[in-house]
């Protein structure tokens, strides 16, 4: 039973242009969501969070953008750097119980 | 930034013999995690722990699977005896407990069961 989706093993975008990274859920409990980064062999580094009281957040390039009655987040990368290849995992957490994953998207920025 | 600390990163074994990893999470974090990683797929919870005993635990913490706060700094995970299947990326993590905070993760443990 997946509760956090990302459809979308992998993407790949061009350097200077916008990434886009989408997540899907099923619990309507969850109420707090998280993007994570993760380079090989490392652990994974959050990146930036959102409660389900807010609808957006931003923090410098990243931003994160939550549609509660469509179950639906995304992180958008603007503007998207080498550096930013990575596979980036959406976790979510229902009254601050265990966080639950998301099986990651492959991030390829092409200089 | 402090750090979640994990050792060993790379662990090899046999088998059926008994491995312990351990962790060092945040000095004033009271949560405290175990999540793993089989190679191509999705980062898994395994439990968590809070107030020396365990608050949840998933399917995958079966009855070989064991943690432990021995001292007031350590959480090892023990696995009692080990199947080629638990070959994997371990990851600790810990928080503070404040409602809408992160979780830190360690740089993990990389067991492989021979």
């Known amino acids: 039973d997946q509760q956090v989706k990302q459809n979308s093993p992998s993407l790949s975008v061009q350097e200077g242009r916008i990434s886009i990274l989408n997540c899907d859920y099923t619990n309507s409990m969850f109420d707090y969501f998280l993007w994570y980064k993760k380079y090989p062999a490392e652990g994974p580094t959050f990146l930036i969070s959102?409660?389900?009281?807010?609808d957006k957040n931003e923090d410098g390039r990243f931003t994160v953008f939550l549609n509660k009655s469509a179950k639906h987040l995304s992180l958008h990368i603007v503007p998207s750097q080498p550096g930013d290849s990575a596979v980036y995992f959406c976790?979510?957490?229902?009254?601050?119980?265990?966080?639950?994953f998301g099986p990651g998207t492959r991030l390829s920025v092409l200089p | 930034e402090p750090e979640v600390t994990q050792t060993p990163s790379h662990q090899v074994t046999q088998m059926g013999q008994e491995v312990i990893l351990r962790c060092v999470p945040i000095s004033n974090h009271l949560y405290f995690y175990w999540y793993r990683q089989i190679l191509g797929q999705k980062v898994e919870f395994l439990v968590s722990?809070?107030?020396?005993?365990?608050?949840?635990k998933s399917e995958i913490f079966d009855d070989q699977f064991s943690v432990e706060r021995p001292d007031g700094s350590n959480f090892t995970l023990k696995i009692r005896s080990t199947k080629l299947e638990d070959s994997a990326m371990y990851f600790c993590?810990?928080?503070?407990?404040?409602?809408?905070?992160?979780?830190?993760f360690g740089s993990g443990t990389q067991l492989s069961v021979l």
């Open positions: 722990f809070y107030n020396n005993e365990i608050s949840e």
């Open positions: 993590a810990s928080r503070t407990g404040t409602w809408g905070e992160k979780l830190f």
């Open positions: 959102i409660s389900s009281i807010k």
């Open positions: 976790a979510a957490s229902a009254s601050g119980q265990n966080f639950v």
